[in-house]
């Protein structure tokens, strides 16, 4: 392996150098513990190491699409039978996965060796990664900000060369608001594309997908071929694809597009002018390439969307800590979570099934209208995040507000705070950074987001592309070809690479 640099290649070219014999699978599983050995205690983006088992699986022989090619898997949903997966909450310490989750049993046919979990934050229930448990991880690209969550571990991982693709997983934003912030390429696929099960069919009722974080447009679009199709547990048919992901990520758009686009926050929120600058500078470079290009908003009621999604999200964690008692053996305390973690169970509990079932009928009504928006439109165009990475600690809540979500908690007093109106003001001030995802994941459309500008202090800020359901294949070719542009952010320069 003389001359060999490891974090030069993409998954897919670790893989064709292990396919002609240039390298050994356990080379690359050495080379990947070095690189992480000596960035993650400055990241903090891996929590459990699986080294032996990873040396050990690195001399079995591998074949597939990605032979050999070290990956980290994302600690939550995606579980390996008889190691912990926590989901960021010292509630799980102590519980092992059953079995193999269907994400990784479709990822070992893939070839891919697994050296261990990434940070996130407890439960994954919100866009930056700062467990109580674990501690914060860092921005590659800077180390006094945010990657982003829920899946900023795995986006820190891979943006600092430590693996060059890592699980991912998307309700909200997860994939795509960490590969904003960490100059990555992430992609949420369609509603049903990549499997949840078996002990699910729907993750989030159908808002949350599973799929990974890449610096390639390639890595991206190889993995999709290798995890989508039916499942025994899913709860939704998807439509088919026959054809090869990574054959459209590598083909020419063979028409111009219509596209729209918006740099308005659909909650009425402020945007951050280097957030418009990128779309207003993607949009430039499609107008070269030919495209019609027209400013246009999604046809949609921002505000009834978020408060849908709030709906859905209450009601998640009020169950998600109900479920605890089968792993603690008794009913859940706010001492068993993070204090944010119970106000939100409180606030589910507090949540009528009516409430819940009109809030489902907004994702539908949604989903209507803008599959009637794509008819005209191949493309929708919005900043991927409104705000640059924040500051680590700079989202976690004011010490008044801790004291009231202390305070709230014990007394168990969710439905009060709904009828102040102050549940509003909270969402509403974390949902302002990161406001133009979660239309996706209730609609269940394919989105993307994509490294298309640097701030003037060096942070990368992403362009988010949705589009029609099922039309992974579109939003693919479109990556491909703005990958070759200047504008495409070379996450290999950043300081840690």
Not at 158 to 169: Q, Y
Not at 255 to 278: D, N, Q
Not at 362 to 387: C, I, M, R, S
Request: negative net charge.
């Amino acid at each position: 392996m003389k001359g060999f640099e490891y974090k030069a290649y993409d998954g897919l070219g670790l893989a064709e150098l292990v396919k002609r014999k240039e390298v050994q699978p356990g080379e690359l599983v050495e080379e990947a513990i070095k690189v992480m050995d000596t960035l993650n205690p400055k990241l903090n983006a891996v929590i459990n190491k699986l080294y032996d088992k990873a040396l050990k699986a690195a001399d079995a022989e591998r074949t597939g699409a990605f032979a050999g090619v070290p990956m980290l898997l994302k600690d939550i949903s995606q579980e390996i039978e008889g190691e912990p997966i926590t989901a960021g909450s010292k509630a799980f310490l102590t519980y092992r996965a059953k079995t193999d989750s269907e994400y990784v049993r479709r990822l070992r046919k893939t070839g891919a060796v697994f050296l261990g979990q990434t940070n996130v934050p407890e439960f994954a229930l919100v866009a930056y990664t700062e467990p109580a448990h674990y501690g914060p991880t860092r921005n590659p690209w800077n180390l006094d900000h945010t990657p982003g969550g829920s899946s900023g571990g795995s986006a820190a991982a891979v943006a600092s060369g430590m693996v060059p693709i890592a699980g991912a997983n998307d309700g909200g934003g997860s994939i795509r608001i960490p590969a904003a912030y960490c100059g990555l390429f992430g992609l949420k696929p369609t509603r049903g594309r990549t499997p949840v099960g078996p002990n699910y069919g729907r993750a989030w009722q159908g808002a949350s997908a599973e799929h990974v974080l890449t610096r390639t447009v390639r890595d991206s679009a190889a993995m999709l071929d290798q995890l989508h199709g039916h499942e025994k547990a899913g709860a939704f048919s998807i439509p088919v694809f026959e054809g090869s992901y990574l054959q459209a990520a590598s083909t020419p758009l063979d028409k111009k597009l219509m596209i729209a686009y918006s740099v308005t926050s659909p909650i009425g929120t402020e945007v951050h002018p280097e957030c418009r600058e990128a779309v207003l500078k993607t949009v430039r470079l499609l107008e070269s390439m030919g495209h019609h290009v027209e400013e246009k908003d999604a046809p949609v009621d921002g505000n009834k969307i978020a408060k849908s999604y709030l709906t859905m999200y209450f009601g998640e964690t009020a169950a998600l800590l109900s479920s605890l008692e089968e792993v603690l053996g008794r009913k859940a305390t706010p001492s068993d979570v993070e204090p944010t973690t119970w106000l939100l169970g409180l606030l589910g509990r507090a949540t009528s099934a009516e409430e819940f079932v009109l809030s489902i009928r907004e994702w539908d009504k949604a989903a209507y209208q803008l599959e009637n928006f794509h008819e005209t439109y191949d493309f929708y165009l919005t900043p991927t995040t409104a705000f640059p990475p924040a500051r680590i600690g700079e989202l976690e809540p004011t010490s008044a507000e801790k004291f009231l979500i202390n305070t709230v908690g014990k007394m168990g007093l969710g439905g009060m705070l709904k009828k102040a109106g102050i549940v509003d003001q909270i969402a509403q001030k974390n949902l302002a950074r990161t406001p133009f995802t979660q239309l996706a994941n209730l609609t269940g459309q394919p989105a993307m987001s994509m490294p298309l500008h640097l701030t003037a202090e060096g942070l990368p800020v992403g362009v988010q592309v949705m589009a029609a359901r099922g039309r992974e294949d579109l939003l693919l070719q479109l990556a491909g070809e703005l990958e070759q542009s200047a504008h495409w952010v070379d996450v290999q320069k950043n300081p840690l690479f």
